[in-house]
């Protein structure tokens, strides 16, 4: 557990925070000390909610403490009980300066996040820290309910009123044990989400919901869904009290959306009608039981406390409201808008008004409650409840006779009443039976739409209830201006926070076109083209080649997911998809959601398989709540920018109504509304973004398949951790190459380890989404990690972003990539493969001088070895006296002197024991491994086995003496020359006589005589390039194999292995019974390119190719002495840096 001060308040970490969370946690109490309201951005991964629980929770402490600081000096009569710690230290200003404060006073911290599952997350983060304040999760009976006679009911309305019914008579055994149970120290004492709280209350036989309720009063922390909080009706419902609290909305990216929902009504013909047929049901009842001659008054009131003359003009209001909805003529194609004040017009013609909501709203929840709790037929009263709310919220306040028409344009200011046909009209009347007695089911009806506009309608209501502060937080509110804009509320402190990865653990490329050539685009005049259609398809089957593991796809909208899905199973794109990744797809409704996505998690997590590709859409569940870290995304493909529908009411409404703004309030910073509907789009794609990188260690790539991220102006829209790294792409195949490379690396650099392994090493549980807490534990093992990511940066293309020399002072691993680097250019600097053997063939002697050549370079080898060698020495060297105490460093450097002169391996061993006892020094244990001579190689191979659990690499070509080593190589260079049998054939230069195994090994021994005939079984190099041609025409047209020559044609002119590469693999992509010619493409390519083109191979394939699998890899394994000493080379430090790396 690590301790530090902000801003005078010591707070409680986990483990020693990072930068970006200082600086979050520093905003989060300047807003509680200051009593002022915040935004904080802080991107997924950077643990920002265990930030935001620590700051608080550790601010309410600080705030307890000074209450206790005054009451102290308050007995002391002003004298100092610490004379070196005034009063003044401990904070007064945290109590609100000289105001009395007392316990009672502290604060409550209001937690909401959207959904159950996100609060679910956070109280897990809470068990992870050091703090146990009293906590108490709100839900609704739909969650928390366990009578199962009130569970069967289909209406949560229903359900609502029978367990009201159920407690006021107290015929509920689970709500009647509630008040024994609700002190139970399991109860009281622990920290329990929803999950658990249903568990506790099947063991007590005791009622969940009304349990969260009692633990309300005496909580610290209350979390609930912002919903509850947002919405007025629910507030009231839940008695949740404001007035000085803390309120935090997390995740709040949504909160807008959701304080427009939480105050915006649809009023349909079916819910009128449903309310008119429940009142109707009622005074027929009534009706008779008045015609009975044993009719009394206490009979009639037995169960309902209406008369019945009110139930009477209760259905004259709704008569009234549906005549006067109807009454509009609207056109079928768009509907009639009205400024927000026309609502109150509207409900006057139904006799609705501030004067007599009172009386209205109390008859209709006295009837809602008599008709659901009366056994027989289940009546529907929902459109009861839904009228009932209506008007709770269209009156909302009690103005004067006076004030009330600034009151109601107070209301209405941010809204707009819209009326429209019922479209859904004829469904509804074939599928329900309820509206079958009403005079609206016999025709189309319109509904009445009353609309918010403004989240900062909400908003001010919540500051008028007296809260202390309100901080939103989100990975995703960029840019914070217009997001505040909105809210129409001050926000003083503000907060844009960076990532805390590295560069090499994220790749982002914009991809504007599939891999044949056409655009990428979801704009909507091109999204069903079939074109369109078919290259996204064949792009989302390529990446799915070379992303390892779990990879996530977003489409814009259900329908343009369906629809492209369905495309693609009828054109053979999602069966090549489905064989490598098999396909989950994110289902519209929530009962076979989480059946889909554990399906997802077994497929990622079977070693057998190569992952799973999950298809989801923007704004959808899986974009917003769920966790996909390690494995689960490595890759998130976003096709499309998923722009709210343009055609929609509603949106061209909010359109309007922010142009509106803009350009009558002056003084006040609106977004037009052009803008917020393009802030929508990038906000969807920002938060399904989000998945990929999920904490610290974590790596992904985010492709981007649309043309029209190409924009700057788009690319500004993106969060502001992403933008550093954004690549465009103009070829399909640079981006196979690119990323292939950049997961190769990754793999490499961050391995995945087994989940119970990491908890052992840690010392942590890590939960699915505990983002920074869980990994953290472990900063030693990662910031190893991070460093030899920066060192790989040095000598991988994809990453090198820096010179070479800016490496003069970094550490030794990274001298050792550069160096390597240097010495393998150097030999790779004569060409040496079929096209560069052609091209030299007029300039080649014809001298026989293979065995000679190969000595030469055998020489030159050892030169660059021994060279590399000295370096390599004094880096290590140089590592391990910074690591060790010189006492030590001295006699394992005695060690090896000695071990030098005597070639006595014990006295090594019984020195170098010392670097066995702590894991930091066991890759220098491992280290030693190059000092030791061959013949004892294997011994001490098997010794730092038995002490550290992991070899150095050994082989038994390690053991051969270096004389042993070269007489091999001379031999094998002999072995060529006999097989080459250079002889003089015809006196002419005849391609069409060459071997082709010979020329791709383009030594220098070719030349203009030609070679003997090749022997029984091997193809002369006329018959293989004929033959692989003839299939290149068969396979991709004469259009196609012509771009492919010339491909060919220009890496022979200009060496350009990028240009051949990205042609070739868009060409050998397409289709899947392609990938062969791509294999065999790899007799083109020169030997400085092959070990590149057998990676990108592996990684597209995802099979390892051994020598007589390809043919680059084959010509590659025959190259010259001095190539091969090189790649030895490489082996050696390869092995040495994989042992650092997986200590």
Known sequence: MSSLTLNGVTVNFPFPPYNCQKDYMSKVIECLQRKVNGVLESPTG??????????????????????????????????????????????????????????????????????????????????????????????????????QEVMRQESNHVKVHMCR???????????????????????????????????????????????????????NVIFMPYNYLLDPKSRRAHNIELKGAVVIFDEAHNVEKTCEESTSFDLTPYDVASAINAVDRLLVEQAKDVSHEDFNADSLNSGLKVELDTIAKIKQILLDLEAAID??????????????????????????????????????????????????????????????????????????????????????????????????????????????????????????????????????????????????????????????????????????????????????????????????????????????????????????????????????????????????????????????KPMFVEPKGKGTFNEVIDGYYNKVNDPASKGGSFFAVCRGKASEGLDFANTFGRGVIITGLPFPPKMDPKVILKMQFLDEMSRTKTGLKYLSGQQWYKQQAFRAVNQAIGRVIRHKEDFGAIFLCDQRFKGSDAQAQLPLWVRPYVRLYDCFGNVVRDVSQFFRVAQKMRPVVEKRAAAERCGTVCLPDTQASGFTSCSSYQSSHTQKAKALDAHLPSLKRRKLNEYTGADGMARICVEYECDVQESQRRPANLLDALERGDHCSGEDNDTVMGAKKISQSEDVCEEGKASRTKTFLSEMKKSLSQVNFDCIVQALQTYKKTDNLDVLLTETVVLAGDANTHSLLRGIYQFVRPHHKKRFDENCQELTGQGCGYKPDHSLAKDMKKANTLHGATDRQTVAGLTSSSGKSTCSQLNTQQLNRGGQHLNQQGLKEPQTGTAPKSDVHAT????????????????????????????????????????????????????????????????????????????????????????????????????????????????????
């Open 1028 to 1143: 692989f041609l003839a299939d290149v025409k068969q396979a991709l047209g004469a259009e196609k194999s012509a771009q492919l020559f010339q491909a060919i044609y220009s890496y022979k002119k200009t060496d350009n292995y990028e240009n051949v590469v990205t042609i070739v693999v868009s060409l050998f992509t397409e289709r899947d019974e392609d990938i062969h010619l791509l294999i065999r493409f790899g007799m083109f390519i020169r030997p400085h390119h092959k070990e590149q083109y057998k990676h990108m191979l592996e990684a597209l394939t995802g099979q390892s190719f051994s020598a007589a699998d390809v043919p680059a890899v084959n010509e590659h394994q025959q190259r010259d002495a001095s190539s091969s000493q090189t790649l030895k080379a490489q082996s050696k430090i390869s092995s040495f840096f994989s042992s650092r790396q997986n200590k």
């Open 46 to 147: 950077t643990g920002k909610t265990l930030c935001l629980l620590c700051a608080t929770l550790a601010w309410r402490e600080h705030f307890k403490d000074t209450i206790s600081a005054r009451k102290i000096a308050e007995k002391l009569g002003g004298e100092e009980m610490f004379p070196n710690t005034p009063l003044s230290s401990w904070g007064t200003a945290a109590t609100d300066g000289d105001t009395p404060t007392y316990y009672t006073d502290v604060p409550k911290i209001i937690y909401a996040s959207r959904t159950h599952t996100q609060l679910a997350q956070v109280i897990s983060e809470l068990k992870n820290t050091s703090y146990r304040p009293k906590v108490c999760v709100l839900g609704s009976r739909e969650q928390l309910c366990i009578n």
């Open 327 to 580: 009454s509009y003529d609207v056109p079928s194609d768009k509907g009639i808008t009205k400024p927000g004040i026309f609502i109150y017009e509207l409900l006057e013609r139904a006799h609705l008004t501030y004067n007599s909501k009172t009386a209205v709203c109390e008859a209709l929840e006295q009837i809602s409650g008599y008709l659901a709790g009366q056994p027989g037929i289940f009546l529907n009263t929902s459109g009861l409840q839904k009228l009932a709310d209506i008007i709770q919220l269209v009156f909302c306040g009690e103005p004067s006779e006076k004030d009330r028409l600034q009151q109601m344009q107070s209301n209405t200011a941010h809204f707009k009443v819209h009326i429209h046909r019922d479209t859904n009209y004829h469904k509804k009347k074939s599928t329900d039976v309820w509206a079958s007695s009403s005079s609206s089911s016999k025709k189309q009806g319109n509904i009445l739409s009353y609309w918010c506009f403004s989240p900062g309608f909400s908003m001010q209501d919540l500051v008028n209830q007296g809260v202390r502060c309100i901080i939103l937080t989100s990975g995703t509110l960029s840019p914070l201006s217009s997001f505040t804009s909105e809210m129409r509320i001050e926000f003083p402190v503000t907060l844009e926070n960076g990532h805390v990865i590295e560069r090499d653990q994220i790749f982002v490329s914009i991809i504007d076109r599939g891999p044949d050539g056409v655009h990428l685009s979801s704009a909507f005049d091109r999204r069903f083209i079939p074109e369109n259609m078919a290259s996204l398809g064949n792009t989302v089957a390529n990446l799915s080649r070379v992303v390892p593991h779990g990879l996530l796809v977003f489409f814009p909208s259900f329908p343009l997911m369906e629809k492209t899905l369905d495309f693609w199973r009828a054109k053979g794109h999602a069966d090549r998809i489905e064989t490598i």
């Open 165 to 219: 019914a159920k407690v006021s008579t107290r015929s509920c055994i689970y709500y009647n044990n509630v008040e024994e149970k609700s002190t139970d120290r399991e109860l009281v004492d622990s920290i329990l989400d929803v999950e658990d709280l249903v568990k506790f209350g099947n063991k007590q036989r005791a009622c969940p919901y009304y349990l969260s309720r009692s633990l309300k009063q005496q909580a």
